[in-house]
């Protein structure tokens, strides 16, 4: 009995065009996606911050000092991430010779990192002890 509801009540709400949730149900076409963005969806891009509402001028030196250090840092990390990076396809496809080598040039990056302010000392000795172990894993191996 209740299907047959169902199906009346499909039948009833086709019947009825202005609403677009009930055409789809009665297997009208599908909504078309708005291009409009809805007042309440709106999520902006977390890397592109809008201006900000600083007043003093010591507000508006901080915003510059911050945004200077915070490209900085980001440059700093990508540096030793990249090495990573290419360290973890040595260690799948090559020697381990050469994994020793890049080991050695990622340490001296993370040291660098570390003694600047993009990178705390206790995380570049994590990412250490971690690499050093996929390079034990691969000579035991």
Same mark, same amino acid.
């Given at each position: 009995?209740?299907?047959?509801?169902?199906?009346?009540?499909?039948?009833?709400?086709?019947?009825?065009?202005?609403?677009?949730?009930? #055409?789809?149900? %009665?297997?009208?076409?599908?909504?078309?996606?708005?291009?409009?963005?809805?007042?309440?969806?709106?999520?902006?891009?977390?890397?592109?911050?809008?201006?900000?509402?600083?007043?003093?001028? @010591?507000?508006?030196?901080?915003?510059?000092?911050?945004?200077?250090? +915070?490209?900085?840092?980001?440059?700093?990390? %990508?540096?030793?991430?990249?090495?990573?990076?290419?360290?973890?396809?040595?260690?799948?496809?090559?020697?381990?010779?050469?994994?020793?080598?890049?080991?050695?040039?990622?340490?001296? #990056?993370?040291?660098?990192?570390? #003694? @600047?302010?993009?990178?705390?000392?206790?995380?570049? @000795?994590?990412?250490?002890?971690?690499? @050093?172990?996929?390079?034990?894993?691969? +000579?035991?191996?």
């Amino acid at each position: 009995m209740q299907a047959r509801a169902g199906v009346k009540l499909k039948t009833a709400l086709a019947d009825i065009p202005s609403n677009r949730h009930n #055409a789809r149900l %009665a297997g009208g076409p599908p909504r078309q996606p708005s291009l409009v963005p809805t007042p309440g969806h709106f999520r902006p891009c977390p890397t592109q911050r809008s201006a900000p509402m600083a007043n003093s001028l @010591s507000a508006k030196k901080r915003i510059k000092q911050n945004v200077r250090s +915070r490209a900085r840092n980001r440059w700093v990390k %990508a540096g030793f991430r990249t090495k990573i990076k290419a360290y973890q396809e040595t260690l799948l496809h090559g020697s381990v010779e050469q994994a020793e080598t890049e080991l050695k040039g990622i340490y001296k #990056a993370l040291d660098q990192a570390a #003694a @600047s302010p993009a990178l705390h000392k206790n995380t570049a @000795s994590r990412y250490k002890s971690r690499l @050093s172990a996929k390079l034990n894993a691969k +000579r035991s191996a």
